[in-house]
């Protein structure tokens, strides 16, 4: 996966989360963006997939122009978890997969089902196809919704923090379900705060802190930190 | 559940002991005849229809003024949302009969209209619409903003996430108050009586006067906008049930 960000700003009500951010990567499959709680991750992860649009500065992945591409047309190459699963609640689990894959991939009702519940299948949820949101546990949910963002075959994956709203029982169960993920080869961009499974399941490591990448590199930095402040946060986290 | 049943027939024999004891000491109790209203049978049946269609059209048509002012208050233009909010205070305000009234002799008759069935249905549409707005207003708020962001990431066109997102879940959301509000619109349909709309109040108030049964006439008005209310309430609970899973 290639991530190009230039000079990136962005602001809520005037006050500064991203401060001239600017990192390019070339061959990085699986990046986890480490932080502080108010490092400016998740915002960071939101101006990458297009949730909104940067106040200035350039994002390119995989050599798509984010801010100039419609967002429509991005959405059908990139998939995106937030941190609750965000599933449909009037719809099955199933029909939540299926329902994108017919009408913005354009797959037939049997194509769409059958991949989906391949995908159930595969990540041992087949049995809960036919509950409602409600009838699932959180762990469940937010595995569906991740079956639901893989489904559509992206080219790379967002996970703002979804194990964040789980306790730790179901937090092991969405994080297994990653590091199938990354089994599959699926290209991911993730944020979390697991440091030891970022470790696990990342190539590549952003830490931020005050809204600026203040070290990167490879999962190894996480043992040999060059930064005051990356020793500190993980001495801190590890503790 | 046969406790419930108990618990429920109990109840019922308490109702049925009031209207024996009001039966009782009701000095003219020897006069009561309901089988003399029967020849007026068939005005009453079509008044009760009326009432009905009165209620379904002013519903129908609420549905839409209800809809304008819904728009008007989440208007960016602070003017329509004033507009809507006056209107809300105006409607909050009065009561239906003052409403009805001044809708009929200041507005419909100096306008020249005058299909007083109409004028009433109008009349209710429109009071009705702040109501409808409140119904839309929280169908709208339940739908919660992460559905919205959801929507935007998995690319759904706007038409798409209404059709199978929004609507579907919006219509589960609106049909128990809907049905509060049909009922409401029921019982106050009696009030179209005074702009002469001869609807069932208007009916049966007219016959139970020229027939002299005034007991027997209220008696039927009751059974007869209770047959309309009870099944309305009892599907919105059933509606309540099946949404609540």
Do not use: C
């Amino acid at each position: 996966m290639k991530i190009n960000l230039n000079n990136i700003n962005h602001s809520y009500h005037g006050k500064a989360i991203l401060q001239d951010i600017s990192l390019k990567l070339e061959h990085a499959e699986a990046i986890a963006i480490i932080g502080p709680s108010g490092a400016g991750k998740s915002t960071l992860l939101r101006l990458m997939s297009k949730i909104e649009n940067p106040d200035a500065g350039e994002i390119f992945v995989n050599d798509i122009d984010v801010v100039l591409t419609e967002a429509k047309d991005y959405y059908k190459k990139v998939g995106f978890v937030f941190q609750s699963h965000n599933l449909f609640p009037h719809l099955t689990a199933l029909r939540n997969i299926t329902l994108v894959l017919e009408k913005v991939h354009n797959k037939t009702p049997q194509e769409a089902t059958k991949l989906a519940i391949d995908l159930l299948t595969q990540f041992e949820l087949v049995e809960h196809m036919n509950k409602k949101p409600i009838q699932l546990s959180g762990g469940q949910a937010q595995r569906v919704s991740i079956i639901r963002s893989l489904a559509i075959n992206p080219e790379v994956m967002f996970l703002d923090e979804p194990t964040s709203a789980l306790d730790p029982i179901l937090t092991r169960e969405v994080l297994r379900t990653i590091l199938k993920l990354r089994e599959k080869n699926m290209r991911f961009v993730i944020v979390t705060h697991e440091l030891g499974f970022a470790k696990k399941v990342a190539d590549y490591i952003l830490y931020m802190e005050d809204g600026r990448i203040v070290e990167h590199g490879p999962t190894s930095i996480l043992e040999n930190p060059k930064t005051e402040s990356l020793k500190e946060f993980v001495e801190f986290v590890m503790e | 559940m046969i406790k419930k049943s108990i618990h429920f027939l109990l109840a019922l024999a308490l109702y049925g002991l009031l209207v024996f004891f009001i039966a009782y000491s009701y000095p003219g109790k020897e006069n009561f005849d309901m089988t003399r209203l029967w020849p007026a049978g068939p005005e009453i049946f079509q008044s009760w229809l009326l009432t009905l269609y009165i209620s379904l059209a002013s519903l129908f048509f609420s549905m839409f003024t209800g809809f304008v002012l819904y728009l008007a208050s989440v208007s960016k233009l602070p003017f329509f949302r004033y507009v809507g909010r006056i209107f809300d205070e105006i409607v909050f305000g009065s009561p239906l009969i003052v409403f009805i009234i001044a809708m009929y002799y200041f507005i419909a008759i100096p306008m020249g209209i005058n299909n007083r069935l109409n004028v009433g249905i109008l009349a209710f549409s429109l009071y009705m619409a702040p109501y409808m707005k409140s119904v839309l207003l929280g169908a709208m708020e339940s739908i919660d903003a992460n559905q919205y962001q959801a929507i935007q990431v998995l690319g759904f066109s706007k038409s798409q996430a209404y059709r199978y997102i929004i609507i579907p879940q919006i219509l589960k959301v609106i049909f128990p108050p809907l049905i509060g509000n049909l009922t409401f619109i029921i019982k106050g349909s009696s009030l179209l009586s005074v702009i002469g709309v001869k609807e069932l109040y208007f009916q049966i108030d007219r016959i139970q006067a020229n027939l002299l049964l005034y007991v027997e006439g209220y008696l039927l008005m009751f059974v007869t906008y209770l047959l309309m209310t009870i099944p309305l309430v009892a599907l919105s609970r059933w509606i309540e049930k099946k949404v609540s899973v």
